[in-house]
């Protein structure tokens, strides 16, 4: 069976911009949450969050081309170009037929949507933009990806909400194993840290509320969490079938060896209390790894800080592993970037892969006082320096979307 790794990283994050910078970061545990700056709030219950600051789109793209796309493009196409740079990857001598794209996003243009319906209500229909719908819809951006790299193989959005970002890395998996690609850009983007996102996830009681400290109302698993801090961003990885790799000299930072996914069909928000589905998709990622639980030495949780997500996943990580749940480290990157939705796992499993290659799990920020209902092997303080050979990396969406993924060392 053709087998996968990954060999480039592209991570543009709230705490930085760039593999280097963004392990940097993660490793001393940087706060990207505060007062949102970029945007006004209006009358937003909350007005705070995990937002890129001085991104400037030109870096990537020329000034007429930022002009005609949404934010949520021009993150995707950064982060493509930083794995590609990252995976010193030459796209021209990649065959086009065999390169493939899969960058999914949760919300899409929904900038370009909220300015074109106000233009429309203020100035009549005839003044809408005629690029609104190409700014808008969320394939664009891995539309947009293709077309820089000349990518002419399988191109795919996918849209599972908060487990967009590994659903993507799983289906590019498959693509490659099946021999549909050699080479698949994969992730997930998300630009929608704006006022009307903001207010429903806030009227659904979603967000925290911690209006007079954001920078800890991140607190996943903590006893006192009381919901999630919005974030924006994107997460491209590289990803290679591995003779290519190989055979090019290319860095491999790990082997993709697992993919779990299935849906609660139970609530349109809520995880089943059971955590069936997330437990059904992470045994699933085990299976197709061939991993025993007592060889798991890390897991970069969804860890999301809301009150019922938390509680799911501890009982999920302990229905699974039993005792070795101790050994086990576990932590969660939005304690540091917030959630960025459909670029949060993406970001996560560059953050999962840098453990490997590092051999160091970063803390999770705002782990204050433990939760009987969560109790877990949190990596807190400064984190923890130890080999890590076996990651899981868990996302869940609103839907009941579950994905697990499972990274190993490349040996």
């Not at 790299?149 to 909400?161: D, F």
């Not at 060889?295 to 229905?319: C, Q």
Request: charged letters at 20%.
């Amino acid at each position: 069976m053709r087998r996968v790794v990954v060999t480039g990283l592209g991570p543009l994050s709230p705490i930085a911009a760039g593999k280097d910078a963004y392990w940097r970061a993660l490793r001393e545990g940087k706060n990207g949450i505060g007062p949102i700056t970029t945007f006004e709030l209006g009358d937003c219950p909350v007005t705070f969050g995990a937002e890129i600051k001085d991104f400037d789109p030109t870096r990537w793209m020329e000034g007429k081309e930022a002009k005609r796309s949404d934010r949520v493009i021009q993150f995707a196409v950064a982060a493509s170009d930083m794995a590609v740079e990252d995976a010193k990857l030459d796209t021209s001598a990649v065959d086009p037929h065999k390169f493939g794209v899969y960058v999914g996003s949760g919300q899409g243009g929904i900038e370009t949507t909220f300015k074109n319906f106000h233009t429309m209500t203020a100035k009549g229909s005839r003044r809408v933009s005629p690029f609104f719908i190409p700014m808008m819809i969320s394939n664009m951006s891995t539309a947009y990806v293709a077309i820089r790299h000349k990518a002419k193989g399988p191109n795919m959005c996918v849209v599972t909400a908060c487990a967009t970002g590994l659903n993507s890395m799983g289906e590019a998996y498959h693509a490659i194993v099946r021999g549909d690609a050699d080479v698949i850009l994969a992730g997930g983007t998300e630009a929608a840290l704006r006022s009307i996102s903001i207010a429903g996830f806030a009227s659904m009681k979603a967000l925290s509320t911690r209006m007079d400290s954001p920078e800890t109302a991140s607190r996943p698993f903590d006893k006192d969490r009381d919901g999630f801090v919005m974030g924006e961003g994107a997460g491209v990885v590289v990803l290679e079938e591995l003779e290519r790799a190989k055979a090019r000299g290319a860095h491999i930072y790990a082997e993709f060896v697992g993919y779990g996914t299935t849906c609660d069909a139970g609530h349109i928000t809520a995880p089943d209390e059971d955590a069936d589905g997330a437990i059904r998709a992470t045994r699933r990622a085990m299976e197709m790894a061939g991993w025993k639980p007592e060889e798991v030495d890390h897991i970069n949780a969804h860890g999301t800080s809301t009150p019922l997500n938390d509680k799911t996943e501890a009982l999920l990580i302990r229905t699974i592993f039993g005792e070795h749940a101790k050994n086990i480290i576990v932590n969660s990157t939005k304690s540091m970037i917030g959630h960025c939705m459909g670029a949060a796992g993406a970001l996560e499993v560059i953050a999962a892969t840098q453990a490997i290659e590092e051999g160091f799990v970063h803390p999770t920020l705002n782990y204050i006082t433990p939760d009987p209902e969560c109790d877990l092997n949190i990596s807190v303080g400064a984190g923890v320096e130890k080999p890590i050979g076996k990651v899981l990396v868990n996302s869940f969406g609103f839907g009941g979307h579950n994905c697990v993924l499972a990274f190993q060392k490349y040996a």
